[in-house]
Nanobody, 125 residues
């Protein structure tokens, strides 16, 4: 069983920065693609960013390009989301996910096998 734990959310003013962290545990020796999604009440969970198993490729939603950066940590299956110039519309619960067995598109929610519990990001205008 793989477990993911996110951290780093909080309440900030518009224009501020936050860094989210996610660490996956439970299946050592197997680096996998990882992604960040976000969800607001009454809306579907949406893709934010993803990164390949070796960090060589990154993918972003158009709404966050140039402001958010995904990266991998040195530890196996850790990922970060650096969020700069935050806007009120970035307010959401952010979820980390890992594509441990699936090989589908990194943009697709159904391609991910395990999810974290989510961390709240609130951007006040």
């Amino acid at each position: 069983q793989v477990q993911l734990v996110e951290s780093g959310g909080g309440l900030v003013q518009a224009g501020a920065s936050l860094r989210l962290s996610c660490a996956a545990s439970g299946r050592p020796g197997s680096r996998a693609p990882m992604g960040w999604f976000r969800q607001t009440p009454g809306k579907e969970r949406e893709f934010v960013a993803a990164i390949s198993w070796n960090g060589g490729s990154t993918y972003y939603a158009d709404s966050v390009k140039g402001r958010l950066t995904i990266s991998r940590g040195n530890a196996e299956n850790t990922v970060y989301l650096q969020m700069n110039n935050l806007k009120p519309e970035d307010t959401a619960v952010y979820y980390c996910a890992i594509q441990m067995y699936n090989s589908g598109s990194v943009y697709n929610i159904a391609s991910y096998d395990y999810w974290g519990q989510g961390t709240q990001v609130t951007v006040d205008s």
